[in-house]
């Protein structure tokens, strides 16, 4: 009762940011809002490009969540998603005589195994070295871009050497898109398993039930008899693999290649998604497809006024902003200070 | 005894937190020049008062007088205005500023214009030596003993023109040399005019420097008058209220060895030895206690035998053992979980785990009986462990690790900062665990709580299992 009046202020929140942002800007607010909804919902285009964005941010949400619920501050979300892309290239290189399918499942396994091996290596250094993963997950984060530029410029190159990209994926070698007309494509189907699955992770098995305990007080699950840097390492593991999970997805559903303009941020935006989500795989649902559906409807908005899909960051910011200070609004209030 | 007109007065003041009442409705008069303690166990309402006379806590209704004028309640601007300073247990000093720095950054009265350093600082000298007390006041306040970061807090009070100084729990930090010098202190305070106001909970530190006392328990007064009329026991029957009756120890018929440890060595949390070849053995049907000063290695002994630390040596021990923990915060409760999730901490083994999927309902129920078990208060298995007393997250703790009936048990500190009450319970459930045939290990720094449960008694000191102390027998 209390959750479901939480999710609807937060609702009506989020609704009435983006009202105050576009009447902020100048615009007219009842024909931006329609604009945006046309985007994102009007005709099966506008669905499938708010599905085609939902699906990193959710997937590098998800991620997200999972560290950060083991207390592992995870921010290098887009330096696994781009290894996950990177992983899924050079394995194209490899098992592309072999037809789709094996791409495909291989392909998709190796992105996650290389995007957990990357957060893998970031928990480690704290757990180990005692190197905050908040600082070097986010300076991983410019590495693996670069290594990217590098990449489709020498080892990853498509085979004629000229532009800086590797070789685009024909139609067969890409996920299969249902209606060819649209975005989405199948891949897009690991969205509501990844979902439902790292909610059950959470909240029902013995391992998820570890995870959030050692993020809230690692010492109890130590006095457990559990070991709180084997519990970090995993959830930075699963993070990751969740982050590689997503670039690959998105090489072999939505881009097709890899290029300089691959990363589109997504899993930076995932940062946001995940805190507005509040830390659980509904709520991350719920604010990955909302931001989805606005960057997917500022398309529209940008054929018919001077706004573009910035406009999003600003609410999402906003959003943020709003959130934080409603929860340190909300602690206050229930502590009231103590003896 | 009639008394006059009191410096500082509390009226009818009431404040609760959440479902917990801690002041109800309590009258406090302080008179000038008299050194006041106010005593209590934990939870008793101390602290709240304290706050309430700092102004760091708005009273829910009732009044603070200073020198019979009501004062605005809930600043503690307008009461360091009114000349009440507060020394609170824990320093407000910054660490890496001289002790110059840190008077200077109390006397600043708003954050413009340039650092005014001269004036406080002479100020400070002057009633340092008026105290006869030498301080480097270009000494880093990291680098001060803790009686010395004490004075600079009693100074920066002093520097305040305060008339009236209330210390929270001052000796609660003091080595025992330095305690001495602190009643020194005190007296040396009162001689020159001021008044203090004393949180403690101490009795030979009030008989010490108090001329009045005045005792809280759940919040209320249960006592207030001079000193001199009072004797340890009658304050500290009104401290606890009728005391329980003792645990009962029944003769048990120890048995094999379920506990063992050879010749281990155990390292600390910064790579120190921290335990040296200790040897012991604790058999079914008794309990070992395992006595000496904080910070002796028993820790992380009991740490090694619950196999949560590495440790070098031979280490015989069943599967499952029970571990105690003396951090109810730290070690032991996950405070933003709900109750049955912090239950079911040590239940990771269990069958309420098929192939590591949880059995929620299963889960739910097992928890709620654990908790009428024990006699957990609380609103439900899902309320957070935070809302709960020391005394029920001690009960819960409990719970979580005694309900197994386990073969081993280590207790460390189990009782501490709780009421007498709280205590009980937990040494019955300890000494029904023993009855069952358990072996317990009960680490503890109060002689008392050994004297009163162990069949026997090592002592540690330096990492070192000293000596074996008999039981009496019992």
């Known amino acids: 009762m209390k959750e479901a009046l939480l999710v609807l202020a937060a609702g009506a929140g989020l609704a009435l940011l983006l009202v105050l942002t576009l009447a902020a800007f100048g615009q007219d607010v009842g024909t931006s809002l329609r604009l945006l909804a046309d985007g994102a919902f009007g005709d099966k285009y506008g669905i499938g490009r708010t599905a085609v964005r939902a699906c990193p941010l959710i997937l590098c949400a998800l991620g997200l969540t999972v560290a950060w619920r083991a207390g592992m501050y995870n921010i290098g979300g887009e330096g696994q998603y781009l290894t996950g892309a990177v992983a899924g290239g050079f394995i194209y290189q490899v098992v592309s005589g072999v037809g789709p399918v094996v791409f495909h499942v291989v392909g998709l396994l190796g992105a996650a195994a290389a995007g957990a091996g990357l957060a893998w290596f970031a928990g480690w250094l704290e757990v180990k070295r005692g190197v905050q993963v908040v600082i070097s997950t986010i300076l991983m984060n410019f590495i693996v871009l670069k290594l990217v530029e590098w990449l489709v410029r020498g080892p990853l190159q498509e085979p004629n050497g000229l532009l800086p990209t590797s070789e685009r994926l024909s139609r067969e070698m890409m996920l299969a898109r249902p209606d060819p007309q649209t975005d989405f494509h199948i891949g897009i189907w690991v969205v509501p398993i990844a979902i439902l699955a790292t909610w059950f992770w959470l909240y029902r098995t013995r391992a998820g039930f570890l995870n959030r305990a050692v993020g809230e007080n690692q010492h109890a699950v130590r006095a457990a008899g559990q070991k709180p840097a084997h519990l970090r390492l995993r959830a930075m593991m699963i993070s990751g693999a969740l982050c590689g999970l997503a670039g690959g997805i998105d090489y072999m559903g939505w881009a097709g290649q890899i290029s300089d303009g691959f990363s589109q941020e997504w899993g930076f935006i995932a940062i946001p998604v995940a805190l507005l989500g509040a830390l659980n795989p509904f709520g991350v649902a719920a604010a990955g497809v909302y931001f989805a559906a606005l960057f997917a409807g500022s398309k529209e908005l940008e054929r018919f006024s001077q706004l573009d899909s910035s406009v999003v960051l600003v609410v999402q910011a906003a959003a943020v902003l709003g959130i934080v200070w409603a929860a340190s609004w909300m602690k206050n209030r229930q502590q009231g200070g103590s003896e | 005894m009639s008394r006059s007109s009191p410096i500082l007065e509390a009226r009818g003041v009431s404040r609760s937190f959440g479902a917990i009442q801690a002041l109800d409705s309590i009258d406090v008069q302080i008179m000038p020049g008299e050194v006041h303690a106010v005593l209590g166990e934990n939870g008793a309402g101390k602290s709240t008062l304290m706050n309430i006379f700092g102004g760091f806590l708005a009273p829910e209704s009732g009044d603070v007088l200073v020198d019979s004028v009501p004062a605005p309640s809930g600043s503690p601007r307008a009461m360091r205005k009114l000349g009440v300073a507060l020394v609170h247990q824990h320093f407000m000093l910054v660490p890496e500023f001289t002790v110059a720095e840190n008077l200077a950054l109390d006397q600043m009265s708003d954050l413009v214009g340039s650092l005014e350093m001269a004036e ?17 006041f270009d000494a880093m306040t990291r680098q001060l003993r803790v009686g010395e970061q004490q004075r600079v807090e009693i100074l920066k009070a002093l520097c305040t023109e305060a008339k009236i100084i209330i210390l929270d729990e001052p000796t609660a930090v003091l080595s025992k040399d330095e305690i001495s010098e602190f009643v020194r202190i005190v007296r040396a305070l009162r001689d020159s005019g001021k008044t203090i106001v004393l949180i403690a909970h101490k009795l030979s530190e009030v008989f010490a420097m108090a001329d009045y006392v005045t005792v809280l328990r759940g919040g209320r007064i249960v006592h207030s008058g001079p000193i001199g009329e009072q004797t340890d026991e009658s304050l500290a029957q009104a401290m606890v209220g009728d005391p329980p009756a003792l645990a009962q120890r029944s003769l048990v018929e120890a048995a094999g060895v379920l506990l063992r440890a050879d010749e281990i060595e155990v390292k600390g949390d910064r790579g120190n030895l921290a335990v040296r070849s200790a040897s012991l053995e604790v058999r079914s049907g008794e309990i070992l206690g395992l006595g000496g000063v904080d910070g002796n290695g028993q820790i992380e002994l009991g740490e090694a035998l619950a196999g949560i630390r590495p440790a070098s040596g031979v280490i015989e021990r069943p599967k499952q053992i029970a571990y105690l923990p003396q951090d109810r915060h730290k070690d032991g409760l996950v405070l933003s979980m709900p109750l049955w999730e912090n239950l079911l901490i040590g239940q990771l083994d269990s069958d309420l785990f098929a192939f590591g999927v949880l059995k929620r309902s299963a889960a739910l129920h ?95 000191s330096r990492g070192k299992l000293q000596q074996e102390l008999l039981g009496d027998g019992k």
């Open chain 2, 120 to 136: 406080p600082l002479d100020k400070a000298r002057r009633q340092a030596g008026d105290l006869g007390w030498e301080i480097d």
């Open chain 2, 366 to 460: 097992w928890a709620a009986d654990v908790m009428d078990e024990y006699e957990v208060k609380a609103e439900s298995v899902h309320a957070p462990a935070r809302s709960l007393s020391g005394g029920n997250q001690q009960k819960v703790l409990a719970g979580r690790t005694l309900s197994q009936h386990p073969g081993v048990i280590i207790a460390v500190n189990p009782t501490r900062g709780l009421d007498v009450r709280a205590a009980a319970f937990v040494h019955d459930r300890l000494l029904q665990a023993r009855q069952d045939g358990a072996a317990v290990l009960l680490i503890s720094t109060d002689w008392d709580e050994l004297a009163a449960l162990a069949d026997r008694t090592l002592f540690m």
